[in-house]
């Protein structure tokens, strides 16, 4: 007998026999792999989002397509991201619109302080044709694909041991602001003295009383626990957030129509998905901090929106395209 020949044979049936075996335990590769880079916080309704995109998207290519979700800034802060998206370094994140402000100078228009008065004129805008205008504009001038606006919720003032009550009690404050023009000029304009600050460093700025306070949702207090070093609420409502989802351009033109189709309708459904549990959030968020004692004031917003007008007019000047957009809206709002 030939035994050098069997123990071939043997070889063979063993190495067919360990790769049958790899494939159903997920040791094939999948064909595509995509990094999804964020700012947010592990758990945060931001990265919730993420995960239920990369659900969703998985499904619709039967696997063909892995979304790895890198949370808590592990690809770069919200800015670095921005740039990540029209480089191509990153090839989906989610990131404030003033952060491609640089590629369109009107982007940021959405954060322009008492532009919204409700979440009911918000979902008529995302519907009409403004917001596709917007997109459009932005794909001109970049690498930067946006997949839709989704909804957070409306913006308030948080401090650390000062009540607010009234405008003149914000007077000399140290706001953190997020890097981005608009939100510097509001402060100023409000009399407080805004320091630029990334979002993963705001908790021990807080902390260690580099600033007085902040700008943020409800949710973002619970999220990022800044709950744990603050300990009251105006209700400016000045600003509300939506949270675009970009995809690099390049990287999307080199899909398939099929896999394109997929991106899109994914991010469309999960866009729904948090929509749709948004405003609960919130407000589950808001009583989870009255809960641990946390004190909420009213404020007068006519007082506040009136002394933030002047930032509308150098917006204008800068960003002339803003100008059409924001009248678009108001018509569209009345």
Not at 56 to 75: D, H, M, W, Y
Not at 105 to 130: A, T
Not at 296 to 310: C, H, K, Q, S
Request: hydrophobic share 40%; with cysteine; charged share 25%.
């Amino acid at each position: 007998m030939d035994y050098s020949k069997k123990s071939k044979w043997y070889g063979c049936f063993l190495v067919v026999g360990l790769i049958l075996l790899m494939v159903p335990f997920g040791f094939a590769e999948p064909k595509l792999v995509v990094k999804f880079g964020h700012h947010h916080a592990v758990g945060s309704a931001m990265d919730r989002y993420a995960h239920k995109f990369a659900e969703l998207l998985k499904t619709k290519t039967n696997g063909q397509i892995e979304v790895r979700v890198f949370p808590g800034a592990q690809l770069g802060q919200e800015a670095e991201a921005a740039e990540g998206i029209h480089l191509g370094t990153l090839q989906t994140t989610i990131a404030s619109s003033p952060f491609f402000s640089k590629y369109l100078p009107e982007m940021g228009f959405d954060y322009l302080p008492y532009l919204w008065d409700s979440r009911e004129q918000i979902e008529k805008v995302l519907k009409g044709p403004i917001m596709e205008e917007v997109n459009q504009r932005l794909l001109s001038k970049s690498k930067v694909r946006n997949l839709g606006w989704m909804q957070i919720g409306f913006r308030h003032m948080l401090f650390r041991n000062k009540e607010v009550k009234k405008l003149a009690d914000i007077k000399g404050l140290k706001m953190r602001a997020p890097q981005s023009y608009w939100f510097i000029e509001m402060f100023r304009h409000l009399g407080a003295k805004p320091t630029a600050i990334t979002w993963g460093e705001v908790y021990t700025a807080l902390q260690t009383g580099v600033v007085d306070g902040m700008e943020t949702p409800f949710s973002g207090g619970v999220d990022m626990k800044f709950m744990e070093v603050t300990k009251y609420w105006a209700l400016t409502r000045h600003m509300f957030s939506l949270m675009p989802h970009w995809v690099n351009e390049s990287f999307f033109k080199e899909l398939s129509p099929v896999y394109q189709r997929a991106f899109q309708e994914a991010a469309r459904e999960a866009i729904s998905w948090n929509d749709q549990q948004a405003d609960n959030h919130e407000e589950e968020s808001r009583k989870i901090m009255e809960k641990r004692g946390m004190i909420f004031n009213e404020v007068n917003r006519e007082e506040w929106r009136t002394a933030v007008l002047p930032v509308y007019e150098t917006f204008f000047r800068q960003a002339p395209g803003a100008k059409s957009i924001v009248e678009k809206i108001r018509a569209a709002t009345k």
